[in-house]
Structures are given as structure tokens and as C-alpha cells.
């Protein structure tokens, strides 16, 4: 039990630096750790904005308008775009980001199906979970049944409201609040 918890904190703290852990089990039960870092750094964002307040999002959208919309109310942010899901993946993959915005309806793999795919990623690397946040024009009953079965942290309905966004983006910037041990 103490070598799973080592190699979940070590995950932790190269997950932070823009790396990437795996384990891998084969046929023999034999287990391989996988560890990729990242050669240049200096490309990959920074959680939290590398210090300068703005929040790092990835904005998971297939369509150009509704990106341009949202990336204007996200104009303080540091915002990165993926075009499908499994851009998507790959992206949260190699890069911290503080919250994935994430589009239902886009080619190819939905939005639902590529949360849990970074779930089981996650579960898998032993990261640290990143709030994705499920955007959608769905009816608000669908939106939660398949929200709560995916594993995401929110959702927002289209079209978006900037107050909305802006409320929930703030949310990500308050840190919680501290534990008290008795």
C-alpha cells in the first residue's frame, strides 16, 4: 500500500511540472512505471497562470463561433482551445489546466465520452482530478443524468451567460477553505 501511495504523490508533483506518469501491467503481472517530462517547460501552461492570477482553460470546441464567443468572455484567462475529443485528451494529457471547458455534441467522440476517458486517465496516472465543466444545449434533465454518470464538476447551458461563466470562473480562483483539525 505504500509504494501505491509514493507513486501517487510522485505523480502528483510531476503532473504539476507539465509531466506525465503510467502504469502499465502486462500479461505477467509484472508492472511497468511510465514517465514522461516534458524537455521544454517553457511552452507548456502553468497552473494557475504561472503566477499571474489567470486561470489556465482549456476550451474544448468543434464550432469557430461559439469558441470566438466564449474566448471573449474568457479574455482575462489564459485560454487553449481543443477542436474535438480526442485533442482533448491529448492535451490534458501533456498540460495542467485549472478547468476544461467541455462542448456535448462535437465529432467524433462526444463530450461525455471524452470526460471519462480523462477520468479513467487520471484514475490510471494517479493525477490529481481537473474540474470539467460540461457545456451543452441539452435540456437541463438530460444534462444531469449524463453529467453525474461522467464524473464531471459542473455544467453551464448554451447559449452561455457571461455573468454565469464569469461566477463560476471566479469560483476556480478562490482557494477552499482550510481545514480545521480537532
Not at 511552452?43 to 474544448?60: C, F, S, Y
Not at 489546466?97 to 490510471?124: K, N, S
Request: charged content about 25%; overall charge negative; aromatic content about 4%.
Amino acid at each position: 500500500m505504500s509504494n501505491e501511495i509514493a507513486v501517487m504523490v510522485a505523480g502528483m508533483r510531476l503532473r504539476a511540472l507539465g509531466a506525465s506518469v503510467e502504469i502499465v501491467r502486462n500479461a505477467a503481472d509484472s508492472v511497468t512505471l511510465v514517465i514522461c517530462i516534458p524537455s521544454q517547460s517553457g511552452e507548456l501552461p502553468r497552473q494557475n497562470g504561472g503566477g499571474t492570477g489567470k486561470l489556465d482553460i482549456l476550451l474544448t470546441e468543434d464550432c469557430d463561433d461559439s469558441y470566438a464567443l466564449t474566448e471573449n468572455m474568457l479574455r482575462n484567462e489564459n485560454v487553449y482551445r481543443a477542436r474535438n475529443g480526442i485533442e482533448a485528451i491529448d492535451v490534458v494529457k501533456k498540460h495542467r489546466f485549472d478547468v476544461v471547458f467541455m462542448d456535448v455534441h462535437m465529432p467524433g467522440i462526444d463530450g461525455y465520452t471524452t470526460l471519462r476517458a480523462i477520468r479513467e486517465w487520471e484514475t490510471q496516472t494517479a493525477t490529481i482530478r481537473t474540474p470539467i465543466v460540461i457545456l451543452s444545449s441539452d435540456d437541463l434533465e438530460t444534462q444531469k443524468r449524463s453529467a453525474a454518470q461522467s464524473g464531471c464538476s459542473g455544467f453551464l447551458r448554451k447559449p452561455l451567460c457571461e455573468s454565469d461563466l464569469a461566477g463560476l470562473v471566479a469560483s476556480f480562483k478562490t482557494p477552499p477553505p482550510a481545514l480545521s483539525c480537532w
